[in-house]
């Protein structure tokens, strides 16, 4: 049984730039949220993506957008990359058709590291 | 705005010693609550869970939490801990009213000595 993936492990960008991860969810699991977690802190919730929308979105700027895809995997975009977004970027999945909405199972998490 | 407390940064203890997290959340409605663990190197697991019923909750790995309601805590313990605990602990909250996001705690770093 697969777990949460999550590509690439690691990345390295400069200010201004723009990045995109990835991440597949736990076999049959429907509903996607990403994280972010700075260095000495717990994970900060960015947004969730259920049936391809964005359904709940915490206090990220625009700069913070998704996409989630027919097969239920999604892509975090971070624009005009600022030194401050450097952090382990997580994604978890989780299962409303199950009812277990409320249960997320983590990813190993992207490194970005800004310059 | 939900917040979660973790008292504690960092908590050395010897092999076999007790061990209590504490952990408040600020939130006065319905909730459900959890604790995750993060061995070194590997990803963020769930330890144990509250959704309702009994507040005395038993978790992997000989963890156990309990719900205090009156006082907005969820302590995890464990009663004789093993160099294998080492890891960082935390606490984690979702309002059920229509909220799916998990607002965590920053977090605590148990080191065990062996």
């Known amino acids: 049984d697969a777990g949460v993936t999550q590509s690439p492990t690691h990345l390295i960008k400069t200010r201004g730039q723009q990045v995109t991860l990835r991440c597949s969810p736990k076999s049959g699991h429907d509903t996607v949220s990403w994280y972010q977690q700075a260095l000495g802190q717990g994970p900060q919730f960015i947004f969730q993506?259920?049936?391809?929308?964005?359904?709940q979105r915490g206090n990220f700027p625009d700069r913070f957008s998704g996409h989630q895809f027919p097969n239920y995997s999604s892509e975090l975009n971070v624009n005009a990359l600022l030194l401050g977004d450097s952090a382990l970027y997580l994604c978890?999945?989780?299962?409303?058709?199950?009812?277990?909405?409320?249960?997320?199972?983590f990813g190993p998490g992207t490194r970005l590291t800004v310059t | 705005a939900q917040s979660v407390s973790q008292h504690n940064h960092h908590v050395i203890l010897s092999e076999a010693a007790s061990l209590e997290l504490g952990c408040n959340y600020s939130?006065?409605?319905?909730?459900?609550l959890f604790w995750y663990v993060q061995y070194p190197g590997q990803h963020l697991q769930l330890l144990l869970k509250?959704?309702?019923?009994?507040?005395l909750v038993k978790g992997i790995k000989g963890f156990e939490a309990e719900f205090i309601k009156s006082k907005f805590s969820f302590n995890l313990r464990k009663p004789s801990v093993q160099w294998s605990d080492t890891a960082e602990y935390f606490c984690?909250?979702?309002?059920?009213?229509?909220?799916?996001?998990?607002?965590f705690g920053a977090g605590t770093t148990v080191t065990v000595r062996a």
């Open positions: 978890a999945s989780s299962s409303l058709g199950q009812g277990e909405i409320y249960e997320q199972y």
């Open positions: 984690a909250v979702n309002a059920r009213s229509n909220d799916y996001k998990l607002s």
């Open positions: 509250y959704f309702s019923g009994d507040p």
């Open positions: 939130y006065g409605g319905t909730v459900n």
């Open positions: 993506y259920y049936e391809e929308e964005e359904r």
